[in-house]
């Protein structure tokens, strides 16, 4: 079975500009979960879809931040204008969504380490 | 917010030893999990616990969830090289459907 897959790995921009992230979940997961983690801190969740719809965003800039999830399978997540902050590698994970005492099991990609110069 | 706390922050042993982490809320979970993140990778689960006072062992690494479903423990015997990584609780709140909230981790280091 595939794991999850992010792209690009790593990026190095300046800041106010633009960048994008892109992941392809698990096939078959309903949940898709985008994570920033900032070096000597946990993952702290950005945005949580289920199949294509947002169940939470609460922690997610919007001024900046921005996440799709067309046809409920892979997605993107922007940033712009970057600032210096940002520098965080950002994680992207999938769970099956299915209700039992497992269903919040996630499984994680590689990440992206996004530097802002 | 339910914050987990994750002590120590950094450990360092030799092959052989034993070593325990620690994971704790005054907030109670559903659920908790443990993680272990290498350098340039996402996290891989471990372990999930859901019952109070539940015990699983994996291999070496015995996990231990509180009886008031608040904290939890790591505990590795004969630590190897392998066992080296951050090591991460993360908590389902109770009605936060698939949310999890990670601790800071624990950087274990184990030398030959």
């Known amino acids: 079975e595939a794991g999850v897959a992010q792209s690009p790995r790593y990026k190095i921009i300046e800041k106010r500009q633009s960048v994008a992230f892109w992941c392809n979940p698990i096939?078959?997961?309903?949940?898709l979960y985008w994570y920033q983690q900032i070096l000597g801190q946990g993952p702290k969740l950005l945005i949580q879809?289920?199949?294509?719809?947002?169940?939470?965003d609460s922690q997610l800039p919007k001024d900046r931040f921005s996440a799709e999830r067309l046809k409920g399978v892979d997605s993107t997540l922007k940033i712009q204008p970057a600032k210096l902050e940002d520098s965080a590698v950002y994680l992207c994970?999938?769970?099956?969504?299915?209700?039992?005492?497992?269903?919040?099991?996630?499984?994680f990609g590689p990440g992206t380490r996004l530097t802002v110069l | 917010t339910q914050l987990l706390e994750q002590s120590p922050q950094f450990l360092s042993i030799q092959e052989g030893e034993n070593l325990t982490v620690y994971c704790n809320s005054s907030?109670?979970?559903?659920?908790l999990q443990w993680y272990r993140q290498e350098p340039g990778e996402g996290p891989v689960l471990l372990v999930t616990?859901?019952?109070?006072?539940e015990v699983k062992k994996l291999k070496r690494l015995t996990f231990q969830f509180g009886d008031a479903r608040k904290d939890s423990s790591l505990h590795i015997t004969a630590a190897q090289p392998g066992d080296t990584g951050l090591y991460l609780c993360?908590?389902?709140?109770?009605?936060?459907?698939?949310?999890?909230?990670f601790g800071a981790g624990t950087q274990v280091v184990v030398t030959p």
């Open positions: 096939s078959g997961h309903a949940t």
């Open positions: 993360a908590g389902g709140p109770g009605g936060s459907w698939g949310k999890l909230q």
């Open positions: 994970a999938s769970s099956p969504g299915e209700m039992g005492p497992h269903y919040n099991e996630q499984f």
């Open positions: 616990v859901v019952t109070g006072g």
């Open positions: 907030s109670v979970f559903s659920s």
């Open positions: 879809f289920q199949n294509n719809g947002v169940v939470d």
